[in-house]
């Protein structure tokens, strides 16, 4: 085997310093995903209105409005929801109730509760707002990627932080995700969400932080469809408000009866 | 540690460079690489780029909050009877919920219905107003509701047959289509006084309806407490979380004049995409055909069961498939006798429809609904009811598409067996409907 000169080993050892140095101290990627989702997740139970825009080439071809009420559940620490669709009028006053991959969805017309499966999305883009109450460093296990500079949702040059999430949790929908992080203040900004086979389903930009229950928070999510970039959902997130769901009402025998003071 | 250098063109482009060039000059190249590789910006991809300019352009959508829903029905179609050929008849029908907090701890409920149909025909006219609910919500605590009024209490996991819906029985006024969610939506609800008590992952419900008529009206506007309050009944309803995926449901029917009835409610969640379940029903009483007719008979223990699963799939078509069972309903024998028996074949049909029973011992159901079908907004919907001992077959087929306040929707259904056969039997030999419905 040949030997390597010390001449040539020691400038290289130099340069792989320089570079390890600011990686020795990379911060703690599980810590940086816990402050991005409590940016995105009120730390107690909470309400909020989510409207979806749907386009497709452009155009707008559906909308819709659900008011989403969620706390934590105390052993998991998993956000628990219930969701009322508000818009549109033909779908006013169905209540879906999320808790994992636990899902019950009542139609007030028929009085009947089903349980449904995470991929039967019986009112489309449901799919993509019940994501908005997840605490995603429960489920998945971060590493720190590093600094990278990239353009944000509000189309700025931005100094940030990436971590690759591995799921933990067999049952999640998406298997590995891409999160970048402000890297000044841990704001979530973009991500990039992919399957088992590792294809890429959705990209997600946060946008529009504003004050909301007591901090900066997105109010605005564009989602973008991995396979059909045409297909663009804005979500808007507005009425955010503490209401205390209790934890009795998160079941499925009292969907029938629930009627937020909201409405 | 992985080093934060990006797997860009950019960075294969420099390994190229750098391997032709003397070792004194990696230090300072490496360096401002690594510098120059974290400063790059990763430019936004042209779809991104449209995406969020779409967004900076979406108009405010304003949901309007509101305590009521309304919607027209205007129908038209045609039913090709059997012997009489095809049957123009039309439809407008108006259909109200409204759900009111009269006060922090009170609500009003109210949910009405009129069918006004004609077909030019003389007697072919009617007019059907159901009543479906109208009760009073009393919440003194977020652990206890009490209710009293006409309330549609509904129960079961199953698609196409509920045995354990045991208010089903006489709740049908007005049917003006056979899609499971019409059939459970448009009847009768019981006037009852109800308590249901809530604790973590769990609930009891206590419900005592009283005899409050005699027989069944066909006056349009009548509340026709005699259909749904023929009898003094009560149902206990039990349920327990005790996992994420395990979640009974347990029932307890007495009726005056019958043994109790214990159900059970399962649904299972059997892969991201599937869900499992089974519905049960049994307890002591006499065969169908002898409640039907009247006759005194010994009564045994009868089950009755649905049990079946729902498959998604990626392209959101979703496909339930259903067995059905009852143990009080006539065997292939006793099914075939009865057919020969003349006026008792038709009052066991009559008393069948009017209990929502099933009609023979077992049946099939399958239930596929493809939303966003063969186009966004439209959505396709087929059902066939499979009848296990005399093999006739009910098909059904939707389809329907959705304007942002409407829907323009359109069903066939084709009956299919013997002259005296569970469909076969059936007025029309098939039916097509157009409607539209407006949402206001």
């Known amino acids: ?263 | 540690m992985k080093p934060i250098v990006k797997k860009t063109s950019m960075t294969i482009h420099h390994k190229v460079i750098t391997a032709a060039l003397p070792t004194g000059l990696l230090l300072p190249l490496l360096t401002s690489m690594a510098v120059a590789s974290a400063a790059a910006p990763d430019g936004l991809d042209a779809p991104d780029l449209d995406a969020l300019n779409l967004a900076d352009s979406a108009p405010q959508q304003a949901s309007e909050r509101r305590d009521w829903q309304l919607f027209a029905e205007l129908a038209a179609g045609s039913r090709d009877e059997r012997g009489a050929g095809w049957q123009d008849e039309q439809r407008l029908s108006l259909d109200l919920t409204a759900d009111v907090r009269l006060h922090e701890d009170w609500r009003a409920q109210l949910s009405n219905r009129l069918d006004l149909g004609w077909t030019g025909t003389p007697g072919g006219d009617h007019q059907v107003n159901t009543l479906r609910e109208a009760y009073l919500s009393w919440q003194p605590a977020a652990t206890q509701i009490y209710d009293l009024g006409r309330v549609n209490l509904r129960h079961g996991v199953a698609l196409g047959f509920n045995p354990s819906d045991f208010f089903k029985a006489g709740a049908l006024r007005s049917v003006t289509s056979l899609a499971p969610a019409s059939l459970r939506e448009n009847r009768l609800g019981t006037g009852l006084a109800r308590g249901q008590w809530l604790w973590d992952g769990g609930s009891v419900s206590a419900v005592y309806a009283p005899k409050l008529g005699d027989t069944r009206s066909s006056a349009p506007l009548d509340a026709d407490f005699g259909a749904s309050n023929p009898r003094e009944r009560g149902l206990l309803v039990l349920s327990q979380t005790f996992t994420d995926w395990l979640n009974p449901q347990w029932l307890l029917f007495t009726e005056a004049g019958q043994r109790p009835q214990f159900g059970l409610n399962l649904s299972l969640l059997a892969t991201d995409a599937s869900v499992l379940y089974v519905e049960y029903a049994g307890g002591q009483t006499a065969s169908q055909i002898d409640r039907a007719l009247g006759r005194p008979a010994a009564e045994s223990f009868q089950s009755q069961l649905a049990a079946g699963f729902t498959q998604t799939f990626a392209s959101k078509l979703s496909l339930t498939l259903e067995y059905q069972y009852s143990s009080a309903a006539p065997d292939a024998g006793e099914w075939r006798a009865l057919q020969h028996a003349g006026q008792d074949y038709g009052r066991y049909r009559g008393w069948v429809g009017t209990m929502q029973a099933l009609t023979t011992r077992e049946a099939l159901f399958a239930y596929a609904s493809w939303p966003d079908f063969p186009l966004a907004k439209a959505e396709l919907t087929a059902m066939l009811r499979h009848d296990l001992v005399d093999q006739s077959s009910l098909a059904w087929l939707q389809a329907q598409y959705h304007f942002e306040r409407a829907d323009l929707v359109v069903q066939w259904q084709y009956n299919h067996g013997d002259a005296l056969s569970v469909y076969g039997a059936l007025p029309a030999r098939q039916s097509l409907h157009a409607f539209l419905r407006f949402h206001f």
């Open chain 1, 1 to 263: 085997m040949r030997r390597i000169s010390t001449t040539l080993l020691s400038p290289l050892l130099a340069t792989l310093a320089l570079l390890a140095g600011p990686l020795q101290a990379a911060p703690d990627a599980q810590q940086l995903l816990a402050a991005s989702d409590s940016i995105r997740n009120p730390d107690k139970p909470f309400a909020l209105t989510t409207t979806l825009t749907e386009y497709r080439k452009g155009k707008q071809v559906d909308s819709s409005a659900l008011a989403i009420y969620s706390r934590a559940d105390a052993k998991s620490g998993q956000f628990r929801s219930l969701l009322r669709f508000v818009a549109p009028v033909r779908d006013t006053g169905k209540l879906m109730l999320k808790n994992g991959n636990e899902l019950w969805f009542h139609d007030p017309a028929s009085k009947g509760t089903i349980r449904i499966s995470p991929q039967q999305r019986l009112l489309g883009q449901a799919a993509n707002g019940d994501v908005v109450t997840v605490n995603l460093s429960l489920d998945y296990r971060a590493e720190y990627s590093g600094e990278e500079s990239i353009q944000d949702g509000e189309k700025q040059t931005r100094a940030s932080q990436k971590l690759n999430l591995t799921a933990n949790n067999p049952e999640v929908t998406y298997h590995r995700i891409e999160l970048w992080l402000d890297a000044g203040n841990q704001r979530p900004l973009k991500a990039k969400f992919y399957s088992e086979s590792n294809r890429l389903l959705k990209t997600a930009y946060y946008r529009k932080y504003q004050n909301e229950l007591g901090r900066e928070r997105p109010t605005e999510t564009v989602i973008i469809d991995g396979l059909d970039p045409n297909w663009v959902t804005v979500m808007r997130f507005s009425d955010y408000a503490w209401k205390d769901v209790p934890e009795s009402w998160l079941q499925r025998d009292y969907l029938p009866r629930f009627k937020p003071e909201l409405d």
